[in-house]
């Protein structure tokens, strides 16, 4: 693991469009998570374009059905070097 790289950061996602980037390698369209999840095509539509917050349980109900830690939707932009601890 001496090899280990961490991949750099090309660009800054928000969290609308990490959940639209995460729906998206998973095939499915707005309708399909809507669908899935009981959240309304309209709300889901106004979180990828950031218009509302995502909110906690709702980043707990997409994650669960795009298969991925509520935390890549929550915080797409997170990384260990980005961490201030004090």
Known sequence: MSDFRPAKKRID????????????????????????????????SAIENDRINLGVERAKTLARVLECHPAVLVFPGWSMESAHVA
């Open 13 to 44: 996602v928000t969290v609308g469009e990490s959940v639209k980037i995460i729906r998206e390698l998973q095939g499915m369209s707005q309708n399909d998570l809507s669908k899935a999840s009981g959240i309304p095509q309209s709300t889901i």
